[in-house]
């Protein structure tokens, strides 16, 4: 058997208006993408391909699902016309549905199973034609089949139909509170209603209530309250004194100090009330609070020990760097590059010059342990232009400068980024969270210890760059 | 580019085999095809291994001329790295696509009679 | 590793050019894990090197000058870069998108690019127009754990 999986560009625009950065499909349902419980419900069907059927874009569901290797079922995808019938598109993907029997999974809808059915000898058994429905969409059985057809009464399936946020929010706080989940959950299931995933630090102060199912690389600080019935994904950050229950927190989430996420669902800078379908975009990007109100006599306080560190860094690697510099030149190991970057130091764009070294020789190796690469970033320090410690200054192309200034402003741009100070994976998603849960918490005597930690770090890495 | 020209079910398919990048697309909007103007046409893609946007903007062309002219293009068996093309640019939107050659012409036939 | 392809500025070289592209991605990702990289990867540099190429020989205006172009590759830790250099006249790299409702027949290369790779950069020096490409090869969105 083969499944068909039909979904229109008009039935799923609702969701896109709650999550405009995730493809409709790939809006997690307890931290998996709605796109694998349809792939693991044909999988349990029996199907040995599955085909995605959309009239909108499918870029990101393939970048995601790709050819299926990782299910073990072959994936492709095809387009339609949002105007063509069920019958145009089967004529449309005749190859595919051609020889064999064809699942039809028609409409952005959920499907409820439970993993412990056998619904390879259920379908097998069944007539062609439609198995259920619901208002917007189906599930269909097509072709030829040779052994004896018997209907069942009570088909252990049911449809829903994804319409409005709340079903949504419903639904995942259903999957989660059931005992013995029947679908596969993202795999790092340890303890009944607690799922948590890899590299994540809870602090010993903060109480988790179960149910709760957490993803990967996720922060939990002191006194905060997770759960009970709390939905986060990966790479968030949940921020002292909050709390987030009866809540969905999406991936890449800043929820800021003493904030209170309840009955609600919270994706970057956005709020949504499920009940109401009411979403508010927060000022503050991630949620993030606490970051503007530092004072001015902190930041000078902090210009100041940063320069004094800098001067320091400067007149300790100034006899290495002119030795080793001029050498490396002539070697043609030492790269400059020119970009233009921008940073919250001074609010403005600056063109800076960075330096990579070839790890290739025993001087090259010393130069990049000693961070001489960053030497002449260092003078920019005492001028005020970057900080000693933050994050790495992003790169400027015109078409992007707007996307910048407004997700990028609370990042200092800096000589050495916290992401290198705790060995982060180098994954631009991670290191930016990390990045902005530093800048909320930094402080100037906490840089100066993380600078060394740079630093000491640099010495073993073993890439010239971030 | 090798193009070939052939009739299923009285549609002119035109199979492309080969690379449809800007050397190539001139080629093809030159191409002129055996079969009435009026008629609806199938590119077969099934043998193109790799098309760049100037390849898109080639079929592009010869579909507006073809509509102008009351027929049409209806594409079939395109590989996934040509599908992405269409996908990134959305130009899939103005294409009916089919995955099978027979499938096309027999619906570019159904549509022509009703026309 | 650093690879550098010099090719006449001609349109019958164009898929010499994506195709020396596709190669190098290729041996760039078989140094890395594969199983982790992106799955387009490869594609994405066939594709926007055919795009660069073909622009440069586009607006090359005295083809009789023997014009070349150069193609060089570069890598740094999980990314790889290409650069498209050539000796046309400076232009603007910061044109808008085409307008995708009126599907236009061209004008789709730069927008390709932006939307294949992770960043697009573009440099005038000393006579050279050089449009500079990088991609991660690895995804950044990962659900599995």
Redesign the interface.
């Given at each position: 058997m083969k499944t068909l999986i039909i979904i229109r560009e008009q039935d799923y625009e609702w969701l896109h208006h709650f999550f405009p950065d995730i493809h409709p499909l790939l809006v997690?349902i307890c931290?998996?993408?709605f796109a694998?419980f349809l792939i693991d419900f044909s999988i349990l069907a029996g199907s040995e391909a599955l085909r995605f059927v959309m009239?909108g874009?499918?870029?990101d569901v393939?970048?995601?699902c790709?050819?299926g290797n990782?299910w073990g079922i072959p994936v492709?995808?095809?387009?339609?016309?949002s105007t063509d019938d069920l019958q145009?598109v089967i004529?449309?993907?005749?190859?595919?549905c051609?020889a064999e029997r064809v699942l039809i999974i028609n409409g952005f809808i959920f499907i409820h199973y439970d993993k412990q059915h056998n619904y390879k000898t259920l379908l097998a058994s069944l007539p062609d034609g439609e198995i259920l429905s619901c208002d917007s969409g189906s599930l269909s059985l097509r072709g030829s089949r040779s052994e004896t057809q018997k209907v069942l009464e009570n088909i252990p399936l049911s449809l829903i139909r994804l319409d409005v946020i709340d079903v949504y929010y419903r639904l995942c706080m259903e999957i989660l509170n059931a005992a013995s989940s029947p679908y596969v959950l993202?795999?790092?299931s340890n303890e009944a209603y607690c799922h948590i995933?890899?590299n994540v630090v809870i602090s010993k102060r903060a109480e988790i209530r179960k149910p709760v199912i957490i993803?990967?690389n996720v922060q939990i600080l002191a006194d905060s309250i997770i759960g009970p019935n709390a939905v986060i994904d990966?790479n968030v950050i949940i921020d002292r004194e909050s709390a987030v229950i009866d809540s969905i927190v999406l991936?890449n989430t800043y929820i800021g100090e003493h904030l209170e996420v309840q009955n609600k669902i919270a994706s970057g800078n956005i709020l949504i009330e499920p009940e109401s379908g009411i979403s508010i975009a927060m000022d503050d990007p991630h949620l993030l609070t606490g970051i503007n109100t530092s004072g001015s006599s902190k930041s000078l306080f902090q210009s100041i020990v940063h320069g004094l560190a800098a001067l320091l860094l400067i007149l300790l690697q100034l006899i290495p760097f002119l030795i080793l510099w001029p050498i490396l030149t002539l070697q043609g190991k030492w790269k400059k590059s020119t970009?233009s970057y921008y940073t919250a130091v001074s609010e403005k764009y600056l063109i800076l010059t960075t330096t990579?070294i070839e790890r290739t020789g025993p001087l090259s190796t010393l130069a990049a342990a000693l961070s001489l690469d960053r030497f002449t970033l260092l003078f920019r320090v005492l001028i005020g232009q970057l900080a000693i410690i933050g994050s790495w200054p992003h790169?400027v192309?015109?078409?992007k400068i707007t996307e910048h200034s407004s997700t990028e402003s609370c990042c200092r741009a800096a000589v050495f980024s916290y992401a290198e100070t705790e060995e982060w994976p180098?994954?631009?998603?991670d290191t930016a969270i990390v990045e902005r849960y530093y800048a909320a918490h930094g402080n100037p005597m906490k840089d100066i210890a993380l600078t060394l930690k740079a630093l000491f770090n640099r010495i073993h890495e073993t890439?010239?760059?971030p | 580019m090798i193009i070939s020209e052939n009739t299923f079910n009285n549609i002119t398919v035109i199979a492309l085999q080969g690379t449809l990048d800007a050397r190539n697309a001139p080629q093809l909007k030159q191409f002129n095809s055996a079969g009435a103007a009026a008629n609806s046409i199938v590119i077969n893609l099934s043998e193109v291994d790799f098309l760049d946007s100037s390849g898109l903007g080639a079929i592009v062309s010869i579909t507006r001329l073809k509509r102008s002219q009351g027929g049409d293009v209806i594409l079939a068996?395109m590989n996934?790295k040509v599908?992405?093309v269409?996908?990134?640019t959305?130009v899939?939107?103005l294409f009916?696509?089919?995955?099978?050659v027979?499938?096309a012409t027999?619906?570019a036939e159904k549509k022509q009679t009703s026309l | 590793m650093i690879t550098v392809i010099t090719l006449p500025a001609e349109i019958r070289f164009v898929r010499l050019a994506s195709l020396a592209a596709l190669q190098v991605a290729e041996i760039f990702i078989d140094s890395l894990n594969p199983s982790q990289s992106?799955?387009?990867f490869c594609d994405a540099f066939e594709l926007s090197v055919s795009e660069a190429f073909t622009n440069s020989v586009r607006y090359a205006e005295h083809p009789e000058q023997d014009k070349t172009i150069t193609i060089s590759f570069s890598s740094?830790?999980?990314k790889l870069t290409v650069s498209v250099s050539d000796t046309n006249s400076p232009f603007n790299?910061?044109t808008p998108s085409p307008d995708l409702s009126s599907y236009p027949e061209n004008g789709y290369g730069l927008f390709l690019i932006?939307q294949l790779m992770d960043?697009?950069?573009y440099k005038r020096e000393e006579g050279t127009n050089r449009i500079s490409m990088t991609k991660?090869a690895?995804?950044?969105?990962?659900?599995?754990?």
């Open positions: 997690p931290n998996k993408p694998e009239d874009p499918l870029s393939e970048r995601y790709d050819n990782r492709s995808y095809a387009s339609i016309q145009t004529e449309k993907n005749q190859r595919f051609s993202p795999g790092y995933g890899r993803g990967n990966s991936a970009n990579a790169v192309t015109p078409s180098v994954n631009i998603g890439n010239t760059h | 068996c996934d599908r992405n269409f996908e990134i959305h899939y939107k009916d696509i089919y995955d099978d027979e499938a027999l619906n | 992106d799955p387009g740094e830790n999980n790299p910061d932006r960043s697009l950069s991660q690895y995804c950044s969105q990962n659900y599995n754990p």
